[in-house]
């Protein structure tokens, strides 16, 4: 490379690098939207200026058309990459289509394969020269036909480009007319230099102004991209906007025409905007009369209409807004079309929910007052229901008019109103699978009709409920007044039970005693709570109340003989009979007391008047015996036939009055403890 080219080749690689940095920094910026088409159109100016730094930097003919034909890489892409973006900048997206892409493509594509082949057809360039110029050797085309097709199609996309850059700098506000003026001059100036070049107007010709003007591309693109938030902030098209609304947008001139017409206020009058276009409101929503109706000589304002009908039906909102020019003076109509269709439904649907929500906390209102008179203590079974049927029409929907009556096992109850009419809902009360009443509500004037008759189908649910809270309510109180019962009767039975009745705890402390119980043992009620029942018992048998207890726990009860302390410290004789009982899931006993004093002391009469009367008897018995058997023996003499048989008959009494007389003696014995057996072999034979 000669030092001439060197001032020139330097600043276009600097300024490659600067432009291929530009489009990273843009690519980056995931935010963008048109980031990909203007990465795309910096880097194919960054190729442009690296392949032309690259051709001004040889020295031959050859690398130098090598170079030139890399450059066509960059300038190819250069125009179309530049349309492609100010078509997304300016809200035109949509038209980069596969298809549209495809045709931006064929182009830049024929001539990048022209450029590479031109040594067979000379289409780009015929001849190619050096041409030495104040020290650079520049290489000088002589171009062909195909070259002025690839520059009318570049600088076609150019104009295209720079009228929709141009359109737009007249619509937006303030703010976004400095980022189109710095796309406009990045745009303009490599276009300028390119065509200074073509028409051979350079100083240094054949130079290509282009690439150097790309620098100053380069360096206002910087300046806007920290300046002007270049690409951080896009304006929209007006008419994207427009278009791109929900709400309908149309717009009447000073003599009531139709000028416009968005897509969404098309949808809701069903027609298309072209056949609108120019003709008077009036005629052209013949079909909506109730929306041409309210545009007459409206010049502001806001209503709803119905647009069709039956299902298909839409509600609108109109709003009207005024149109003036610079003089103050009317010159058309905006009508702002929104559909609240789901906003009118969502309405309904609410005040519908508010109700049904009105009438369910009516009905748990009579539902929990209910719990609340059952909950209340001293309140007996007629109150509830008396209170009940009080509180029924309060959760109807015509509560005025209502009237409820209570029948539970031929009581009945009644509101003050109760008037039995055909207007009538019932429902069972039931108890055990026993239907044991109804409730029912009349209505006492006709009422439309609803679900069942002038009732609806959360009332048939409601007095469903009622019935079975109320069945439930007489049930409960029923088997509280049952168990009171019982507790009366075994408080009765407990209090005025002859014999001493305690109720102690698992540790054998006392919990409750008769007032027999306390007369046996000389404590007062405060004394003997609390006490263990093993305290009452003398100190040598305590031990036995423990396993007493045991026992009771194991067989379900247990009786014994003991004797107790009373509080006055003389001893009683006592017959303990103990139960095992549960009690709310706390084991308990039961122990019944009775003085066996006396029973001791008669017992003690029994076997002393038994000894005494089996001794006397058996003295004498003894001697009869004897007597009789020595008679029977012959010694005194000879019996008759007669005397043997009364003797015979008289010793068998005899001994079996013995016999009886010993077992008296048996009796005694066991009674007193003091019968000892004895074990011998018997013949089972015998005994069976």
Request: net charge negative; proline share 3%.
């Amino acid at each position: 490379m000669h030092w001439p080219h060197v001032p020139y080749v330097i600043p276009l690689v600097t300024t490659a690098i600067g432009v291929a940095g530009l489009a990273l920094f843009v690519w980056r910026r995931r935010s963008v939207p048109a980031r990909a088409t203007f990465a795309l159109f910096m880097l194919a100016a960054a190729v442009w200026l690296l392949g032309y730094a690259l051709e001004l930097g040889s020295d031959d003919v050859s690398g130098k058309v090598l170079w030139a034909k890399l450059q066509y890489l960059g300038i190819v892409v250069v125009p179309s990459a530049w349309l492609a973006f100010v078509l997304q900048y300016t809200g035109r997206a949509e038209l980069l289509s596969r298809r549209n892409v495809a045709l931006l493509a064929a182009e830049p594509l024929a001539t990048l394969v022209l450029v590479w082949t031109n040594h067979a057809h000379g289409m780009i360039w015929r001849n190619t020269t050096l041409r030495a110029v104040r020290g650079l050797l520049l290489l000088e085309f002589d171009h062909g036909l195909w070259f002025w097709v690839h520059i009318a199609y570049s600088y076609t996309l150019l104009l295209v480009s720079t009228l929709l850059l141009s359109g737009m700098f007249t619509r937006v506000q303030r703010p976004y007319r400095g980022q189109i003026g710095v796309l406009l001059i990045a745009a303009l100036a490599p276009w300028v230099g390119n065509a200074l070049y073509i028409l051979d107007l350079t100083p240094l010709s054949p130079l290509d102004l282009t690439p150097f003007a790309f620098a100053l591309s380069s360096v206002v693109v910087a300046w806007g991209l920290c300046r002007s938030h270049l690409l951080d902030i896009m304006p929209v098209a007006r008419d994207a906007i427009i278009q791109g609304i929900v709400a309908g947008v149309i717009v009447l001139d000073a003599q009531d025409r139709i000028v416009y017409m968005n897509e969404a206020a098309r949808r809701m009058v069903g027609c298309r905007g072209a056949e609108v276009i120019g003709q008077p409101a009036d005629r052209a929503l013949a079909s909506w009369p109730d929306l041409a109706k309210s545009l007459r000589g409206a010049t502001h304002g806001r209503t709803e209409i119905a647009l069709g009908a039956g299902e298909a039906q839409r509600h609108c909102q109109v709003r009207i807004s005024s149109l003036h020019d610079r003089g103050g003076l009317l010159s058309g109509r905006v009508i702002v079309l929104s559909d609240v269709t789901d906003l009118k439904r969502a309405e309904g649907a609410l005040r519908q929910t508010t109700r049904d929500l009105g009438e369910r906390v009516k009905e748990l209102n009579v539902l929990h007052g209910i719990h609340r008179l059952v909950d209340k203590q001293g309140v007996s079974l007629e109150e509830i229901l008396q209170a009940a049927v009080d509180l029924i029409p309060t959760a109807w929907q015509h509560a005025e008019v209502t009237c409820a009556r209570v029948i539970l096992e031929g009581q009945e109850f009644t509101t003050a109103n109760w008037r039995e009419t055909t207007w009538k809902q019932e429902s069972d009360m039931v108890v055990h699978g026993k239907r044991v009443g109804t409730v029912e509500v009349c209505y006492l004037e006709e009422r439309p009709e609803s679900d069942e008759g002038p009732f609806v189908k959360e009332e048939r649910h409601l007095i469903g409920a009622i019935a079975e809270q109320l069945g439930h309510v007489a049930e409960l109180r029923r088997a509280e007044e049952a168990l009171q019962e019982r507790e009366e009767r075994f408080r009765a039975l407990f209090e005025y039970n002859r014999d001493a009745l305690i109720v102690t705890d698992a540790n054998g402390q006392c919990l409750d005693a008769n007032p027999a119980a306390l007369s046996l043992t000389g404590y007062s009620q405060d004394e003997l709570i609390g006490m263990s029942l093993s305290e009452l018992t003398v100190a040598e048998r305590r031990g036995e109340i423990g396993e007493m207890m045991q026992c009771a726990l194991a067989n379900g009860g247990e009786v014994m003989e003991t004797t107790i302390l009373g509080q006055d410290g003389r001893s009683l004789p006592v017959e303990i009979v103990m139960s095992s009982l549960s009690h709310q899931g706390e084991q308990m006993f039961l122990s019944s007391m009775r003085d066996i004093t006396e029973r001791r002391r008669l017992e003690r009469l029994q076997a002393e008047f038994v000894s005494t009367v089996s001794h006397e008897l058996r003295t004498p018995l003894a001697s009869i015996l004897g007597f009789g058997e020595t008679l029977l023996g012959g010694k005194p003499g000879p019996l008759t036939q007669t005397q043997r048989e009364f003797l015979e008959i008289s010793h068998e009494s005899g001994k079996r009055l013995l016999q009886l007389i010993d077992d008296l003696l048996d009796v005694g014995r066991v009674e007193a403890g003091r019968l000892v057996l004895q074990a011998e072999e018997v013949d089972l034979a015998e005994l069976l």
